[in-house]
């Protein structure tokens, strides 16, 4: 954004989004997010927790300051140079506050390098006169152009610890992970290992632009799936749309029939009627017709009778009788109710029956064209080996529709050019929609063929040609620092991952072990100083079952192991100081074979031993003498591995204890060693040796082949002092315990 633009939206930039005005005492949460330090402790106050704050913004949980104040969040510097910008900004309106007698005034001035107010009366001159302001740049804050608000947005920082106000941030210490100023180097900071400031800021800036490019990455496959999702929504209402209209279509026909069905009932009605009444209007006629006979007869008679003529009345009797005999005779027989048509419209139940029962159709699904069903993701263009690689498929119809049916069946297979599997832990998630989530682990670099099938048959362009990528194992993040409070670490040892991908540490002389989310949240810790049960002595190995949960702790001065439960509750224990089979001496390292025993290296009596769950003595790995001083000991299918510490070797074993080989020497080439300490596998099915005084970590074969190393020397982040062990989380990050640097490092 430029500086006019800047200017223009400015009071937008400085507005708290919770209180709605201007900033007061800035602090930035780990989400990035600003707010007023007033406003936040309200939310504190309000929410009824004391160690958890959610974001006003986007909800997320932050963990308190372990001082329990919300005023040792950071302060947001730039927000503080956009406060300043305003006052200047806004000077002709508001009289501005001296920073030195802290009088208002409306004439004030700038100094550039104290970053202060100064009023017109005797402060500006009072600063104009020290000496060691003569190189000052002062200008009245009524003079200000637009360059000089970019330079007060590139002012420096100052340190905000009591009595170093005005000296420049300079430094950055390690130990503390804080920036801090010259005098901060030779007081809170004495003895502490610093470099310049702008070195670690450039350290950091590397490592935030390798997370940034792979957030692109992400972003952009994001990106491309809203779009593609976007796409099938559109077409699923367009072909919605479709149905309903041949839905709309059938009823209009359907109605159509029941309407010319109803006329043709109609038009029955009127033919029968019809005829009804034209034989009742014939028969009206003929009576009709009767009548008017009958009335002239009458009148006939009643004139003879009325001229009274005796010969006449006589004579013409026997006339009327025939005539009036004929009239009777031929009498129209009454109309009674039979001679009217009954009509009555009988229903067809049945029909209307099943207009209730019966749909007018129903909506089908067309079955999964697996040619037409498609896929996206890293996992069919550029895995890695060893991180969790996806693959998003979407199952369509013939139509190119996006369709789910329960019954299809989705398959995959990840072969290299010579044909044969190279891939682990390949998973099919059904999104019960239409899409599955395909997540697989490359084990080796190459040409790959991957083959998606849907119900036994390719889908469109599979099998995909894959490049798998050499992983570089970059450190993405770090965590913890020297000291006793929660989340700091005083020589952390060991670390293992439960089915949460919680990562659980040793921390072994502050004699407790700390519980980390995979994102380096604190959640917790168990266990203090002392040989009673659940306490420790210098805590080492660690090792989780987690068919379980159960947390097996290497109480290694206390030569015992001790088992918690995934809260951090005593359950039991097992071992005490000696020689024979059930005793122990000096425990370091733990793991769980595949029947659920604890493998312990009991280094002091130079032995690795088997003990059930529940403490009962197995037997012991190898015969007499076959270690010097083991600390670590896995299984891996078949193989029992075992790091020797004082021969610089890894020693293979079969299940039953037998010894097959070794490999390793003391040295610092590939392959080489000094002082192996801990052993893991990560997810390309590779052994992982922490190379403790090599300050590295190397990869093999099981054979004993070389494959990689990372790490080297160092307390930048992606550098080790003396790494100690290792452990993988689900999505193929690994964990790594740093004991010099008394920190936890997570590498993609």
Not at 468 to 496: I, M, N
Request: proline share 3%.
């Amino acid at each position: 954004m430029d500086i006019k633009t800047l200017l223009n939206n400015l009071h937008e930039e400085v507005s708290c989004s919770v209180c709605m005005n201007t900033f007061t005492d800035p602090k930035t949460l780990p989400c990035l997010h600003v707010f007023c330090l007033h406003c936040l402790n309200g939310i504190l106050r309000t929410s009824g927790r004391h160690d958890i704050i959610a974001c006003p913004e986007c909800r997320k949980e932050i963990q308190v300051p372990r001082s329990g104040n919300l005023e040792d969040l950071p302060t947001n510097f730039r927000i503080n140079s956009l406060l300043d910008v305003l006052v200047i900004k806004e000077c002709n309106a508001t009289e501005v506050r001296c920073g030195n007698c802290e009088e208002s005034s409306s004439q004030s001035f700038y100094c550039f390098q104290c970053c202060a107010f100064w009023c017109e009366a005797n402060c500006i001159i009072h600063h104009n006169g020290i000496k060691a302001n003569k190189e000052h740049r002062v200008l009245a804050l009524k003079d200000f152009k637009d360059q000089d608000f970019e330079n007060v947005l590139k002012r420096p920082v100052f340190c905000r610890s009591r009595g170093h106000e005005g000296k420049e941030l300079e430094f950055f210490c390690k130990d503390c992970c804080v920036a801090i100023c010259h005098s901060c180097v030779a007081t809170t900071h004495d003895g502490h290992a610093k470099m310049l400031l702008e070195e670690a800021a450039n350290d950091r800036k590397l490592l935030a632009k390798s997370l940034i490019e792979n957030q692109k990455k992400t972003a952009l496959e994001y990106r491309r799936e809203i779009a593609r999702l976007d796409s099938d929504c559109a077409k699923i209402q367009e072909h919605v749309a479709s149905v309903k209209k041949s839905v709309q279509q059938f009823v209009d026909s359907l109605m159509a029939v029941i309407e010319a069905q109803k006329q043709e009932t109609f038009d029955d009605l009127d033919n029968r009627a019809a005829k009804s009444i034209h034989r009742l209007r014939i028969q009206r006629g003929e009576i009709e017709n009767q009548v008017k006979i009958t009335e002239t007869g009458i009148e006939a008679t009643e004139a003879i009778l009325q001229r009274n003529i005796s010969a006449e009345i006589m004579q013409s009797n026997k006339i009327r009788e025939v005539t009036f005999q004929g009239q009777v005779e031929s009498a129209y027989p009454p109309i009674g109710n039979e001679s009217i048509a009954d009509f009555e419209f009988v229903r067809n139940q049945r029909l209307f029956d099943h207009a209730w029962t019966d749909r007018i159709g129903f909506v089908k699904v067309l079955p999964t064209c697996p040619t037409k069903s498609s896929a996206s993701g890293e996992g069919i263009s550029e895995p890695t080996t060893g991180l969790e690689a996806n693959i998003m498929l979407t199952t369509r119809n013939a139509k190119e529709e996006q369709c789910y049916e329960k019954r299809d069946y989705v398959t995959v297979e990840i072969k290299n050019q010579d044909g044969h599997d190279c891939a682990t832990e390949t998973r099919v998630q059904d999104n019960k929609d239409g899409s599955y989530k395909i997540s697989y682990f490359a084990k080796e670099t190459g040409k790959y063929g991957v083959s998606v099938k849907v119900n036994g048959e390719h889908i469109r362009n599979s099998p995909f040609a894959a490049e798998v990528k050499p992983r570089q194992f970059r450190a993405v993040l770090s965590f913890g620092k020297h000291g006793s409070a929660k989340e700091d670490f005083t020589y952390p040892w060991a670390a293992a991952v439960n089915e949460r991908d919680e990562i659980v540490i040793t921390d072994s002389c502050n004699n407790r072990v700390q519980v980390f989310s995979s994102d380096g949240t604190y959640l917790g810790s168990f266990g203090s100083k002392g040989n009673k049960e659940g306490e420790f002595n210098s805590p080492k190995g660690i090792a989780i079952d987690n068919e379980s949960g159960i947390i097996f702790i290497a109480d290694t001065a206390n030569h015992r192991i001790q088992l918690f439960s995934e809260q951090g509750e005593f359950l039991n224990k097992f071992g005490v100081e000696g020689n024979l089979d059930h005793q122990l001496s000096f425990p370091y390292g733990l793991s769980i074979d595949s029947d659920g025993n604890c493998i312990v290296g009991d280094s002091g009596n130079n032995k690795i031993k088997l003990f059930s769950r529940t403490g009962q003595f197995l037997r012991s790995i190898g015969s007499e003498g076959s270690f010097t001083f083991p600390f670590y000991c896995i299984q891996y299918k078949e193989y029992l591995i075992a790091s020797d510490f004082k021969e610089d070797c890894i020693k293979v074993f079969d299940k039953a204890g037998h010894f097959l080989y070794k490999f390793g020497k003391r040295g610092t080439g590939d392959g080489e060693f000094n002082g192996p300490y801990h052993l893991s596998i990560n997810k390309a099915e590779h052994l992982m040796v922490c190379d403790e005084n090599n300050h590295r970590i190397q990869l093999f074969e099981v054979n004993g082949n070389f494959i990689g190393k990372f790490g080297s020397k160092g307390k930048e982040i992606g550098r080790f002092s003396r790494p100690l062990s290792s452990a993988v989380l689900s999505d193929g990050r690994i964990v790594v315990t740093e004991f010099y640097n008394h920190r936890v490092q997570i590498f993609e």
